[in-house]
């Protein structure tokens, strides 16, 4: 069964930091993009940034040169996983973060990690 666990998140001042981490178990994701996702309070869910098998990523505007995503592939008995380092946070970072990867079609999402920056 395909399980993604985030974690990392918490409460920060603007400028600070925080690193996210995404688990990901239950079959191979070492030929699947993964993605980070984030939803503020009476938002819609956006884009943050993705990563391809191959390592190519893709940013949302609004993190681009703040946010940087990478994985680890799986291997000696450890999940694959991705992160997101969040640089220069801001007020408006402010959101659940979810990790994401598509598999033939289908989305498996994380139960999302809050992230909160105070000004």
């Known amino acids: 069964q395909v399980q993604l666990v985030e974690s990392g998140g918490g409460l920060v001042q603007a400028g600070g930091s925080l690193r996210l981490s995404c688990a990901a178990s239950?079959?191979?994701?070492?030929?699947?993009?993964m993605g980070w996702y984030r939803q503020a309070p009476g938002k819609e869910r956006e884009l943050v940034a993705t990563?391809?098998?191959?390592?190519?990523?893709?940013?949302?505007?609004s993190v681009k040169g703040r946010f940087t995503i990478s994985r680890v592939n799986a291997k000696d008995n450890r999940n694959d996983t991705a992160y997101l380092q969040m640089n220069t946070l801001k007020p408006e970072d402010t959101a659940v973060y979810y990790c994401?990867?598509?598999?033939?079609?289908?989305?498996?999402w994380g139960q999302g990690t809050q992230v909160t920056v105070s000004s």
């Open positions: 994401k990867v598509t598999i033939w079609g289908y989305d498996y």
């Open positions: 239950g079959r191979t994701f070492s030929h699947y993009t």
């Open positions: 990563i391809t098998a191959g390592g190519s990523t893709n940013y949302a505007d």
